[in-house]
């Protein structure tokens, strides 16, 4: 086929409008979502004192921590997409959620406390916080993936880890309501560790999954 | 330079908003400019340049199925040599070379330096091949033979829709293939 007849086959196809990447990215997490709900809700579920810790900020900070994480890495996750853009423009919306984090471990310094820090960092659910938040993220991770291969990224791997935080953040939400260790410094821990995990994973898997 | 960059901006939208005779003079303008870049890059490797019309038709075919990336309101050439570079990049790789493109090898090309192509390129026609037989009839069909859509629907006995479909899954495929090799 010389480049002529390619030209003309590309012009017969040009009727065909593919999905915005952002409609792309929606319908494959709300795919994944109910996958990664599953193994919530029959490994873990909601802590049963739900009702009273909603009245503990440190509680509700845990989600607005998760939920900028996972908003913050949607959008640049959309910017990275296009094969001109690059991290360095919006980049520093990542640090969001670490200054949001940032800011209530110093609230939390400054008040009265019961129990001693190390405590309160070692906590008592490390372990599974390590172990839930990967595993929920993973589906989440394959959908974001899916989603993402419409777009064209400059650099594969570094959109795959961005997928990577956008699906933890979105685990980390929902495991959150499970978790009865509420210190922002465990969650500056455990669930950065788990973060980390999940992005290292994403990288690897888009380096492959995100070629165009 | 700014006068052709706008032009093909223009014809994007155009493109875009449903305009066929935009699309295809908006790939034949950008061809010329993407051959002397491969060209290019490919002499710099060390590469025969006889090789630049596979990667022209790399980039015609990722420029297609990526364009939904591409921001109406912005310009359209960095997206393009975004993509270019991408794909020059990817393709001197696989020769066996590591090197750097600058994003200048397209913008520098002058006006008036239209190279024509040297070889029929044999990557896409090789890949072509291994399609499933109903994409590849539908493929060879449109390009090969330059029958329309509506004309290959009456040969195949399909619904135009069921070409279309055919069409794009085929040079989806194509692009997939060419990747993944």
């Known amino acids: 086929m010389d480049t002529d007849q390619l030209i003309r086959t590309l012009t017969a196809d040009n009727a065909y409008r593919a999905r915005p990447i952002g409609l792309a990215l929606m319908l494959a997490l709300l795919a994944a979502a109910p996958v990664s709900l599953l193994i919530f809700f029959a490994e873990l579920g909601v802590r049963p004192d739900v009702m009273t810790a909603m009245h503990n900020p440190f509680f509700d900070l845990k989600f607005a921590v998760t939920l900028a994480l996972a908003a913050s890495a949607i959008a640049v996750s959309l910017h990275l997409s296009r094969p001109e853009a690059s991290l360095r423009s919006f980049g520093w919306w990542l640090l969001i959620p670490a200054g949001i984090l940032v800011a209530a ?4 310094m400054m008040m009265p406390q019961r129990t001693p820090m190390m405590t309160r960092l070692i906590g008592k659910n490390s372990v599974a916080c390590m172990t839930a938040i990967p595993a929920m993220s993973l589906p989440l ?42 210190s922002p410094l465990f969650v500056a821990t455990w669930y950065t560790l788990a973060t980390a995990i999940v992005a290292s994973v994403g990288a690897l898997m888009g380096a492959r999954a995100l070629r165009y | 330079m700014r006068e052709r960059e706008d032009e093909w901006t223009d014809l994007m939208r155009s493109a875009i908003s449903g ?56 310009p359209f050439a960095p997206w393009l040599f975004a993509i270019a570079r991408n794909k020059l990049i990817d393709a001197l790789r696989r020769r066996g070379r590591r090197i750097f493109v600058n994003i200048d090898d ?26 499933p037989a109903r994409q590849r009839d539908v493929l060879q069909s449109i390009a ?37 090799r």
């Open chain 2, 144 to 180: 090969v033979d330059s029958t329309s859509i509506k004309d290959t629907a009456a040969k195949f006995a399909m619904t135009e829709g069921a070409v279309r479909v055919a069409l794009h899954r085929g040079l989806a495929s194509l692009t997939a293939k060419l990747r993944d």
């Open chain 2, 19 to 74: 305009d066929d005779a935009a699309y295809h003079r908006l790939l034949k303008a950008i061809t010329p400019v993407l051959r002397a870049a491969a060209r290019r890059g490919l002499a710099r490797a060390g590469q025969p340049v006889d090789q630049s019309e596979d990667i022209v038709q790399d980039i015609l075919l990722a420029v297609h199925l990526k364009r939904q990336t591409w921001d109406t309101s912005a």
């Open chain 1, 105 to 108: 471990i110093s609230g939390e």
């Open chain 2, 106 to 131: 397209f913008a520098e090309t002058l006006p008036g330096e239209t190279p024509e192509p040297t070889v029929s390129p044999g990557e896409v026609t090789a890949q072509l091949q291994a399609l």
């Open chain 1, 141 to 182: 991770l394959v959908g974001a993936l899916y989603g993402l291969r419409h777009g064209a990224p400059a650099r594969p791997a570094v959109a795959g880890a961005v997928a990577g935080l956008l699906s933890a953040g979105l685990a980390a939400t929902v495991y959150a309501s499970h978790c009865t260790d509420d």
